[in-house]
């Protein structure tokens, strides 16, 4: 495609609004889609008084980092965007959910508990499951509180600390999604869950930063097995590079080299369960439970239902006095695919005999109601989703 003929070089103006939420000022400039990172930083350093070197602008779930980048880079540049603007890193270790998502009061008081696990020294615990890098975080009674997934720790980037090592953009387990592009996956089955139908468990984009997290050939991750690090010597009133000075002279080293090198991930809210479906034969489950998942996997194109990615909950219904399962799905990252290349051996419910039974009224008025227009739009608006152009 020649420049004359590609819409990100074509001579129209979008408006980028810049917030800045510490100043409650917000500003909007007219940009063209191939202006660069750098330009924008210099508008803002113009209008708000802020050095570029100093300046943090994220889009999205996108933190704006290469200043030669152009803005079509990093989205749809036909539509006007929202840029967030904070001044460097914090110091020590921090989680902070990104401004471009809705601020549900169950995730706040999710981070506020994990930020209190923080001050009492609990660190992240790296799992053994799956590909990627997924961390329990500790609420202030050392219990599992929510589950972190860094961007650059997903299969093939390059991060990795299972081994499935690769750049950013690469294929990644499944057709149509490239590695790096979880994160955002995860997040926009929470919010086309917006009526809580499907049971998506609450779901955001943070940035959070940790000494134990990997990082390139230095990896400092840690499993539960590993015994304490040395977060179990921070305390709130100390700043992190005194303690480890009185540690690790080489760990202050990296921690000072890494220190902007903050996490970006999706946070997921723990989610009470009993166990996994592949622990339990398939016709203990209700027809209602198994559609409100079968529902979703088919509007997010889930290319990775298997029974491991149910967790089930079993309660005593008082009436009957009989158990009953609740369903609750969870690993969405491997969903909304470019390319439609899914099997029924990807997903696990269509080999289930509940799959075949009538919807229920419920379940119907549910079908109903979704709008793909307007999950198209909140999804552009929260989510830097790849944009793929119809083959004419």
């Known amino acids: 495609m020649s420049y004359s003929n590609n819409p990100n070089f074509q001579p129209k103006k979008l408006t980028i609004t810049v917030v800045d939420n510490s100043l409650r000022r917000q500003v909007d400039f007219e940009m063209f889609g191939w202006s660069t990172i750098a330009v924008l930083k210099n508008k803002i350093a113009r209008e708000f008084g802020v050095?570029?070197?100093f300046q943090r602008l994220f889009y999205c779930n996108y933190e704006l980092r290469q200043n030669n980048n152009p803005l079509f880079s990093y989205g749809n540049v036909d539509t006007n965007w929202t840029v967030y603007l904070h001044l460097n890193t914090p110091t020590g270790i921090f989680v902070r959910q990104l401004d471009a998502f809705e601020a549900d009061a169950n995730l706040q008081e999710v981070l506020e508990q994990v930020r209190e696990g923080f001050r009492r020294r609990y660190r992240p615990i790296l799992t053994s499951d799956?590909?990627?890098g997924t961390y329990f975080l500790k609420d202030r009674n050392?219990?599992?509180?929510?589950i972190f997934k860094p961007i650059d720790e997903e299969p093939y980037t390059p991060n990795n600390p299972k081994g499935f090592v690769g750049p950013f953009g690469s294929q990644s387990l499944k057709r149509g999604i490239l590695?790096?592009?979880?994160?955002?996956?995860?997040?926009a089955a929470f919010l086309l869950d917006s009526n809580g139908f499907h049971g998506v468990p609450p779901t955001t984009f943070v940035e959070l930063w940790h000494p134990c997290f990997a990082q390139g050939s230095n990896p400092l991750y840690m499993t539960e097995e590993d015994g304490d690090d040395v977060s179990e010597l921070l305390t709130p009133k100390r700043e992190v590079e005194d303690v480890f000075k009185d540690s690790n002279k080489?760990?202050?080293?990296?921690?000072?080299?890494?220190?902007?090198n903050v996490k970006l991930g999706s946070l997921q809210a723990f989610v009470k369960h009993d166990d996994v479906a592949s622990n339990f034969g398939y016709s203990v489950f209700d027809v209602e439970e198994v559609h409100r998942i079968g529902v979703l996997d088919i509007r997010i194109l889930n290319?990775?239902?298997n029974d491991e990615n149910v967790l089930v909950r079993v309660k005593m219904d008082p009436a009957t006095r009989s158990k009953?399962?609740?369903?609750?799905?969870?690993d969405h990252a491997l969903s909304l695919p470019d390319t439609i290349d899914i099997s029924e051996y990807d997903i696990v419910w269509m080999g289930w005999p509940q799959a075949k039974s009538p919807f229920s009224e419920q379940t119907l008025a549910a079908i109903r109601a979704i709008d793909p227009i307007q999950d198209a739009k909140k999804l552009t608006q929260h989510i830097g989703l790849r944009e793929v152009k119809p083959l004419l």
Do not use: F, Q
């Open 51 to 53: 050095e570029p070197k």
């Open 142 to 146: 050392k219990k599992n509180l929510a």
């Open 179 to 187: 590695s790096g592009e979880g994160g955002a996956r995860e997040v």
């Open 303 to 305: 290319c990775d239902r």
């Open 250 to 260: 080489a760990l202050l080293h990296y921690v000072r080299e890494n220190r902007e």
């Open 130 to 132: 799956g590909t990627s």
């Open 324 to 330: 009953k399962y609740r369903l609750i799905p969870i």
